[in-house]
Structures are given as structure tokens and as C-alpha cells.
């Protein structure tokens, strides 16, 4: 792997990255209910620590820790031994608490990456900062000064972000937070041929060129697994895919 470089340890998803994250950078990983946020987010960890010797952190807001391994297990990840190990740390907080331990420069937080050695962290979810920030230029101050933090410590971040849109264009939230992350990514649901499958684009990477496809994707007895791109499709990402006219035009009168 590249040093300078940090891998999902997902072969296709790793491709469309260059090769992986940018290391010390921010990235905001959002989706619908369901769409696997969080398994990609664990199998990130996962792979970090038993593939890269890189140690993690996930802090969670909606889950105790329990959950986090019950979940881990399904695929056959021991998160309860990897933390026993020292390798792992996952830590149910709220917003209030994990912003002012990452602001001190001796918070409880920021120690636990030192001793640690913590290279990946997690946020889940950065949808409850809205519920302690006033209006949205407060909310843009508390999002800079947490990612700058994460970043401070040299830790590489994917901060989870809700979507209640499961299909459709993306709901408006207050959030400015995709133009102050490193990268952007999107996790959506898709209706083809009646059935709904799931896609996943990188929208954002800054700093580093990344593919443009949108691919599908799968949740697997072992994580995540990412397919081909969708081909003679369009409005994959409006959540209702239609072949494109050269495609249909194909479906319809066949190949000449």
C-alpha cells in the first residue's frame, strides 16, 4: 500500500480511489437507512487493523458498544478481541463531549489516539451536531473544528452522515460540511427493472483524482463487495435508472 495512502483493503473500491484514502484526510460517507454506511465504515476498520496494522477508533452516538460488536460479528469481525488487543476503541459519546475532548489538546480523546497509536477513525454520526448548533454558521464551526482536530492528530477520518431520502434526489440539510471534507461519498438506493439495488459515486476527493462511474454494490456475509459500473443506464443517482436512448433503442429493435 501506499504510504501515503490509506485502503478501504476493497479491491474495486480501492481502484476507484487511486488506491485508497488520502492519508490524515476527512471524508464524509453518507447514505439512506440501510444503504451500509456503517458495515463500510466497520469493514474500513477492520481491514485497517488486520490487513495495515493500523488501529482504530470508532465513536458512536447511537449505538453502545455492544451493538458494534454483535454487528462486527455478523461478518465474522471480533471487534470485542481486537479491542481487548488494544487495536480497538469504540466508544459511545454524544457531540458535546467528543468536540471538547478533541478540542483540548489533552482530552481524553485525543490521549486514547496517542497511546493507541490510532491511525482510522470513526464518526457516527455527524447528523447530531445539527441538534447542538444554533443556526448553520455555528454548525460550519463546530464541523471545521472537529475535522480539524482529527486532522491535527494525523488520524485518517470517515465521518457517517444520514440521508432520509431513500430514493429521489438528496434532502436539503443545513449541513455544509461536504465542502469542508476531503471527500465525499454516496451511498444511494436504485430502482431497475422493479427491483432496488444499491449504488455507490465518489462525488468529491480533493487533493487526488479518483474514477467518476457510478458502481453497484453489495452487502455480502463478508463486508462490502463492489461490482461493475451500471452500463446503458441513467439517473442512477436520482434513484429510478432508465436505459439510455442508444440502449433502449437496442432493447427494442436489437443490434443491426
Known sequence: MNDNRVSFGIKALDNMISGGLLRGSANLLEGAPGTGKTTLAMQFIHNG????????????????????????MEFGWDFKKLEEEKKLKVIFSDPHTTLAEFDKMDGVFVNLVETLGIKR????????????????FELREIERRLINSLKREGVTSILLRENDNLLGQVSHVTSKIPFIVDSYMLLRYVEIDSAIEKALCMLKMRGSDHRKDIRCFRITKQGIEVDQKFSGREGIMSGTAHYTPQDAFVNVFGKK
Open 49 to 72: 487493523i488486520k490487513l495495515y496494522n493500523e488501529p482504530g477508533l470508532i465513536i458512536t452516538f447511537e449505538e453502545f458498544p455492544q451493538q458494534y460488536y454483535h454487528d462486527a
Open 121 to 136: 477513525v470513526i464518526i457516527d454520526s455527524m447528523t447530531h451536531f445539527e441538534s447542538i448548533a444554533e443556526d448553520t
